[in-house]
C-alpha cells in the first residue's frame, strides 16, 4: 500500500494509504487548491492530475496503488518520509499563472507569524532603526524646509490660527526617504521569508532602483488621479443641482462612488509595483505591469487581505497597545508572503 501526503494550510500532512487518500477525495473533505504527492513525484500535483484521485469513485488495480518506485512509476510508495515537501528556503520556486491560484489569507498569517516568531530579535532591532531614521529625517528636513502657517479672517471680527503645514519641498523629501527605506524594507522581508540572511544593511540596499520607484510611484498616482476624474466631476455637478449652495446628496454619494470604486481597483492592482523592482529588478513600466498581472482574479482577496491587516491593528490597539508591537510585524510580513503566494503559489507560504 503506497504512502502519500496532502496539504492542509500550508502544511503537508501524511503519510496516510492511497485508499484514504482516495476516500478524502470522493467525499469533498479536502479543499480547493489542495495539493498531494508521493515520493517518484516530481512536484506536488491537484488530485484531478493523478491517476486513480481525479475520479476516485472508479475502483484501480491494486498494481497501480503499489507498484514499485522506478523511473517509470513516479507514484510509487515512498521509502521514507523524508523530502516531503520542497523547501522554498532552499530551492527556487517556478512562477505560477497569474491568477491561477487563489490567495489564501490564512496561509498568508500563518507563515507571517511563523517567520516572526523565527525572527522576533532582528525584525524588532530593523524596525526601531527604520523609526528612528524616519523620525530623525523628518525633523531635520523639517528645521531646514519649514511650513508656514498664519491667520485666517472668518468674518464677525474673529480669526483663526493655521496649523503649521509641511513645506512642499519638505514633503518631497521626506518622501523620497520614506520610498528609500520602503524599498530596502522591502529586500529585508523579502530574505527573510525566502529563508536568506537578512541583516539591518539590507535597508539601505536598494538606492539603485530609487529612482524607478519614483517614476512608477508617479505614474501610479496619475493612474489613480485619472480614473478619479469622472467620480469628481460628478461629485462636483452635484452642487449645481442643490438648493443655497448644498450639493443634492444622491448625486454627490454616486459621485463618490463613481471615484473610489475605479480608485480602489487600480489601487489595489498597483499594490506590489515596489516588490516587483525589489525583487526582479523590473523596469518601471514593467514592475507596474506585472503588478497588474500578479493580481488577476485576487482583487478581493488583496482587499479582503487589507481588511484583515486593519483588524489586526485595532486588535493590537485594544490589547492595551502593546499588541500593535506585535500586529505590525505580522502585518508588514503578511505582504511580504501575499506577494511571494501571487508569485510562485501556495508553496511560497508553506510552513516550513
Known amino acids: 500500500?503506497?504512502?502519500?501526503?496532502?496539504?492542509?494550510?500550508?502544511?503537508?500532512?501524511?503519510?496516510?494509504?492511497?485508499?484514504?487518500?482516495?476516500?478524502?477525495?470522493?467525499?469533498?473533505?479536502?479543499?480547493?487548491?489542495?495539493?498531494?504527492?508521493?515520493?517518484g513525484m516530481p512536484n506536488w500535483l491537484p488530485p484531478s492530475e493523478v491517476p486513480g484521485l481525479s475520479n476516485p469513485n472508479t475502483p484501480i488495480s491494486a498494481e497501480s496503488d503499489a507498484a514499485p518506485p522506478t523511473s517509470e512509476n513516479p507514484y510509487a510508495a515512498p521509502s521514507s518520509a523524508a523530502n516531503l515537501a520542497v523547501d522554498p528556503s532552499t530551492s527556487e520556486l517556478e512562477d505560477i499563472a497569474p491568477g491561477?491560484?487563489?490567495?489564501?489569507?490564512?496561509?498568508?498569517?500563518?507563515?507571517?507569524?511563523?517567520?516572526?516568531?523565527?525572527?522576533?530579535?532582528?525584525?524588532?532591532?530593523?524596525?526601531?532603526?527604520?523609526?528612528i531614521i524616519i523620525i530623525a529625517s523628518s525633523i531635520a528636513i523639517n528645521s531646514v524646509f519649514p511650513g508656514s502657517g498664519g491667520t485666517i479672517d472668518i468674518g464677525l471680527g474673529e480669526a483663526y490660527a493655521l496649523q503649521q503645514n509641511e513645506s512642499i519641498t519638505a514633503q518631497i523629501l521626506n518622501g523620497i526617504i520614506s520610498l528609500f527605506l520602503s524599498l530596502g524594507a522591502i529586500r529585508f522581508g523579502l530574505n527573510l521569508v525566502n529563508g536568506h540572511d537578512a541583516s539591518i544593511p539590507d535597508l539601505f540596499s536598494q538606492g539603485r532602483l530609487l529612482i524607478r520607484s519614483i517614476l512608477a510611484t508617479i505614474l501610479v498616482y496619475i493612474m489613480l488621479a485619472i480614473v478619479a476624474?469622472?467620480?469628481?466631476?460628478?461629485?462636483?455637478?452635484?452642487?449645481?443641482?442643490?438648493?443655497?449652495?448644498?450639493?443634492?446628496?444622491?448625486?454627490?454619494?454616486?459621485?463618490?462612488?463613481?471615484?473610489?470604486?475605479?480608485t480602489i481597483f487600480i489601487g489595489v492592482?498597483?499594490?506590489?509595483?515596489?516588490?516587483?523592482?525589489?525583487d526582479r529588478d523590473r523596469a518601471t513600466i514593467d514592475a507596474i505591469s506585472d503588478s497588474w498581472a500578479l493580481t488577476k482574479d485576487n482583487v478581493m482577496r488583496v482587499i479582503l487581505l487589507f481588511i484583515v491587516q486593519a483588524l489586526l491593528v485595532i486588535g493590537g490597539m485594544l490589547a492595551?497597545?502593546?499588541?500593535?508591537?506585535?500586529a505590525l510585524p505580522v502585518i508588514y510580513l503578511s505582504s511580504i508572503v501575499a506577494y511571494l503566494f501571487l508569485r510562485h503559489g501556495w508553496r511560497a507560504a508553506a510552513i516550513n
Open 1 to 39: 500500500m503506497s504512502s502519500w501526503h496532502y496539504t492542509k494550510d500550508g502544511q503537508a500532512v501524511g503519510p496516510i494509504p492511497f485508499e484514504s487518500l482516495r476516500q478524502l477525495v470522493a467525499s469533498g473533505e479536502l479543499p480547493d487548491g489542495t495539493l498531494v504527492w508521493t515520493q
Open 100 to 131: 491561477s491560484e487563489p490567495l489564501r489569507i490564512d496561509m498568508l498569517i500563518s507563515k507571517s507569524w511563523d517567520v516572526f516568531k523565527r525572527n522576533i530579535g532582528i525584525i524588532f532591532g530593523f524596525g526601531i532603526i527604520y523609526t
Open 229 to 262: 476624474i469622472p467620480g469628481a466631476a460628478v461629485i462636483y455637478a452635484s452642487f449645481n443641482m442643490g438648493s443655497s449652495g448644498e450639493p443634492n446628496i444622491a448625486i454627490a454619494v454616486l459621485g463618490v462612488i463613481l471615484a473610489l470604486i475605479p
Open 269 to 278: 492592482r498597483m499594490t506590489f509595483v515596489q516588490y516587483c523592482l525589489v
Open 320 to 326: 492595551l497597545i502593546v499588541g500593535v508591537f506585535i
